[in-house]
């Protein structure tokens, strides 16, 4: 094997490592989610069910388990994120382009000093901003008295925006840094030597050459403020976004509605990914075909003028999507023939999920009844004096959860 091809394997062998590395979390997240458990597994495998994307259910201890259609606390929590996160946008993006702004224009021995002090923020801990942002506000709310200022000091809304707005908004700056530094500032001399104002300048000839920085600032924001979560939990008060409903669930134990609001979250950002592609590849395209009729009607080279005939051809996608259809119906098909899909497999996984729960309750319940005032006294079980005489009660395992109540003959 040449060298050449062995630095190929290898590279592609890293490559293959690397991604499974990154998306392989996220792809078992995304299988859990069908899977009837009241624990997000693969392995043991149960039912192949809808559930957790729909009503949840009613656990065989009496518990119940919301679905990510039934879940009112992620739906409150995502209506708040939607609405921090919109609110953040529209702070952010302006304060980032009138600092890069400034930037530009303030003497060159100020420019390292004004630069440090505006991306100072992203250096602080996001617990240490969600914490002065409370203070400080409660303290305004204090002073104001009673009225609009205390109502709003105590938003917890209003507080996340501040406090998310006091970093985010650095990102924005160094987008707009980045776009700025490219930008020829003859255009904007040439316009003013023309008679233009300065404001015509600005929503004419600068914003205009700033929307794409203007346009990925938007969006940053938006997904920074989405899934901040250290300024978020400080800040929110007795309100919960998404991030902190999810953290909160997580204390208590996955749910595979978690997993079920992943999958809508991968599936949502992939669609939109590949919309934005498909949409930017149409623009070059038109972009190029203008550039060459153009310059075909300046230069009447025949060379550039290309046969514009459409013909129909049918996108590569969509033997993508053939393949993922077919997949995924095969895959079914084999889970019902195996018995792991459909409203029996789901029965069954209860029944026997209750007829075990039944058994161990049976079995402490025997334990109980086995265990004398003596054995307890003589250390192999512990002591009554060190546990309180916690099993003192006789009947503390009978009658538990309805699983017990029929007499044995």
Sequence with gaps: MKSGHLMNALLGIYIFIFFTYLFGPLLIMSVTAFNSAEFPSITPWECFSWRWFNEGKIAYDGQKLAGLATDWRLHDGFISSLIIGIGVVIL?????LAASIVLTQVHSRLRTIFYSI???PVLFPGVIIGISTVVLWDRIATIGGEGFISDLGRNGIFLTILGQTCFISTYCFLIFVARLQRFDQTQEEAALDLGATQTQVFFKILIPY???AIASSAVIAFLASFENYNTTVFSILSDQTLTTVIASKVRLGISPAISAL???IILLTLILAIAYEVIRRREDKKKEER???????ETKDSRLKKDNTKTFKLPRTIFLFLLIIVLGGFGLSEL???GLYGNECVKAAETAKKSKFSDQLKLLQQNVNTVDENTLKGGTLGGTNDYNNIFADPNLFKNFGGFDNKTEK
């Design 210 to 212: 700033l929307m794409p």
């Design 336 to 338: 019902a023939k195996n």
């Design 262 to 264: 992943a999958l809508v």
């Design 118 to 120: 505006s991306i100072m």
């Design 92 to 96: 952010s993006v302006p304060i980032g």
């Design 291 to 297: 550039q060459n009729r153009l310059l075909f009607e």
